[in-house]
């Protein structure tokens, strides 16, 4: 038995009176100042600040699916003449406003309430509007599948899926859901389209695939900036039904062919970028290494220079630095069987796994990441 042996009483015996110290709560040097465990605040109200997210959000979910902000955008009103326009309890509807004022979207004029900026942001118009992803992260199918993460953890994959399906099966089955989940995606791709449209490696292309594209806002971005190019947009065939009209409504409808199915049966040929923006998230190594090689495939068919383009969120080769992508992975871990968010150094090993090698990666304004890959043997 050793001097160091944690069992031997040969140790100085401690004084219980006295508290271990707990290790300190770090103090990141790259995140943001304003981030919540940035401040000075006690490790219990942080706690509690976190629980108090919950009913917070249910009561904005509530305000935007009752359709508060949509009526406030256009007039000033009273508490009970928003519970008449929103066919609600006016005793509920003043407590909701309440909640709504104490959070600044809402100011009060007289009697009166009237949209902030902030409130803004929650109506339809606004650009780029988080009322779609509200709609999506409140409904029942993702509200069930997160409440039911204990049990995921347990058993390492979701399980909660509603009737049977996953949640791209639950999209095409509830349109309603699914046209707004487009509208979520759609919002959020704006600033991603932007940052890669600023690239200037699309000189050489003359046609770019992005594969699991939704409405397309993201290839739109691009073939705004750069006209020479014509694309495609490949995702499943309920969503492509609703792209067509959003690219019409751009005056792209002629510059991009639709693809509809299932990436793991195809990929379109004839491109010499081949994008897939937030698509390998939603599945395992196994699945996206097999995606990989089918682009892979087509590139080989495409000839010299093709490339593939991933565009993902990717959390922090640092264990423990401070990431809003680790929530996303959270989300995904509730939601999808896959291996959900990834550091960087997975997508080298799944592109050399596809025989690609990765000859750019880089950090991008919207927060995101992209890597460019070509044939290994280019
Ligand atoms: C998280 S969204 C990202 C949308 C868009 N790429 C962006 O960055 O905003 C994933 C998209 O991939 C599509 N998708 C996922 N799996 C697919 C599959 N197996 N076949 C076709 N489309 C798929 C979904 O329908 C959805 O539109």
């Known amino acids: 038995m050793t ?12 004084n219980h009176a006295e508290p271990v110290p707990l290790p300190q709560r770090r103090r990141s040097t ?45 007039d000033e009103l009273t508490s009970d003449e928003l519970a008449n326009a929103c066919e609600a309890d006016p005793d509920a509807m003043r407590r909701l406003m309440r909640w709504l004022h104490s959070r600044d979207f809402v100011a009060t004029y007289r009697t009166r309430y009237q949209l902030t900026e902030l409130g803004q942001v929650l109506t339809a118009a606004a650009r780029p509007s988080m009322r779609h992803a509200v709609l ?29 399906l996953s949640p791209y099966g639950y999209l095409a089955q509830n349109t309603e859901l699914g046209a707004e989940f487009d509208r979520f995606m759609d919002a959020r791709s704006a600033a991603l389209g932007q940052d890669l449209a ?11 695939a992005d594969l699991g594209g939704g409405l397309g806002g993201v290839l739109a971005a691009i073939l705004q900036a750069h006209p020479h190019l014509r694309g495609i947009l490949a995702d499943r065939e309920d969503v492509l039904a609703r792209a067509h009209d959003r690219l019409a409504h751009n005056g792209l409808a002629s510059r991009v062919q639709l693809a509809p199915g299932d990436l793991f049966d195809t990929i379109p040929d004839g491109a010499q ?7 390998c998230h939603n599945y395992s190594d196994e699945q996206v290494a097999g995606l990989f090689t089918m682009v892979a495939d087509a590139m080989v068919r495409v000839g010299e220079g093709a490339e593939l383009w991933i565009a993902e969120g990717m959390l922090p080769r640092l264990p423990g630095a401070r990431s ?21 150094d997975d997508y080298y090993r799944l592109t050399r796994q596809a025989g690609l090698r990765v000859r750019k990666s880089s950090p991008l304004p919207c927060g995101q990441a992209l890597m460019i890959a070509r044939l290994a043997d280019q």
């Open 198 to 208: 600023a690239f200037d490696d699309f000189a050489k292309a003359r046609t770019v």
């Open 273 to 279: 970028i081949y994008l897939l923006s937030s698509v």
């Open 3 to 14: 001097a160091t042996d944690p069992s031997t009483d040969a140790q100085e015996p401690r």
């Open 30 to 74: 790259t995140a943001p100042a304003h981030q919540l465990d940035e401040l000075d605040i006690p490790a219990a109200d942080l706690v509690q600040f976190m629980m108090d997210a919950v009913p917070d959000f249910m009561a904005l979910h509530a305000a935007v699916t009752l359709g508060i902000f949509e009526f406030l955008a256009n």
């Open 136 to 164: 999506v992260t409140g409904s029942s199918y993702w509200w069930e599948a997160t409440g039911n993460l204990t049990e995921t953890v347990r058993r390492g994959h979701p399980t909660w899926s509603g009737r049977g």
């Open 324 to 344: 809003r992508w680790y929530s996303t992975d959270i989300r995904m871990l509730a939601l999808f069987p896959g291996d959900g968010v990834r550091v960087s």
